[in-house]
Nanobody, 118 residues
């Protein structure tokens, strides 16, 4: 079993910054990709950012240039540095990990609330 534990959410004013962390633990053999998705009230879940192989990154269009994803392979942890936050960034942020070798599995964290006030 794999557990993803998120931290770092909270309330911030527009223009401010937050840093999210997600640590993976348990039966981890090979982490392929880790990343963040978010779901705002009344909207579908959307990609925020992912990191593959500890180096290759992908960002959602709405966060490019403002958010940075990074990883610490030794700690099985991924970070999301969020700068220049906007009220429209308000959402529950979910950590995701794709783990496995021949057979891969998707794992999700419990979610952490990020609220940006105007």
């Amino acid at each position: 079993q794999v557990q993803l534990v998120e931290s770092g959410g909270g309330l911030v004013q527009a223009g401010g910054s937050l840093r999210l962390s997600c640590a993976a633990s348990g039966s981890i053999f090979s982490i392929i990709t880790m990343g963040w998705y978010r779901r705002a009230p009344g909207k579908q879940r959307e990609l925020v950012a992912t990191i593959t192989g500890g180096a290759s990154t992908k960002y959602g269009d709405s966060v490019k240039g403002r958010f940075t994803i990074s990883g610490d392979n030794a700690k099985n942890t991924v970070y999301l540095q969020m700068n220049s936050l906007k009220p429209e960034d308000t959402a529950v942020y979910y950590c995701n990990a794709v783990i496995g070798t021949i057979v891969t599995m998707d794992y999700w964290g419990q979610g952490t609330q990020v609220t940006v006030s105007s």
